[in-house]
């Protein structure tokens, strides 16, 4: 059907977040080998530092609990949380099972 202004704007909204997902799971990917050439975790943090330089502002605020905390832009998240979660856990691998989007009365909608 048709979708009114604002659930067409959400579901641009989900499609830059599925996007992004997509390129962070591809940095990711916890396969050690692509085309029989060795990835190693330094170039896989690499790319996934790009994909969320890609999709976020550089100004980024970042809220996270504690020891994490508050971050300053995409290389301090992925500095801070992404790589000592991505080292402790190898095989790490995103779920989505459920994927919502809408509005808060903080937005003013």
């Keep these: 059907g048709n979708l009114t202004l604002a659930q067409a704007s959400l579901q641009s909204a989900k499609a830059v977040v599925l996007s992004y997902q997509a390129a962070l799971d591809s940095a990711f990917k916890s ?8 990835v190693s975790p330094e170039t896989r943090l690499d790319a996934a530092v790009s994909a969320l330089e890609k999709y976020s502002d550089p100004n980024l605020l970042w809220r996270g609990v504690h020891p994490f905390n508050v971050q300053h832009g995409p290389a301090a998240v ?3 949380f992404y790589k000592p979660l991505l080292s402790a856990f190898s095989a790490l691998q995103r779920r989505k099972d459920i994927f919502l989007a809408g509005f808060s009365p903080e937005d003013g909608e």
Excluded at 31 to 38: G, L, Q
């Design 31 to 38: 396969a050690k080998k692509t085309n029989s050439v060795t």
């Design 78 to 80: 992925m500095e801070t």
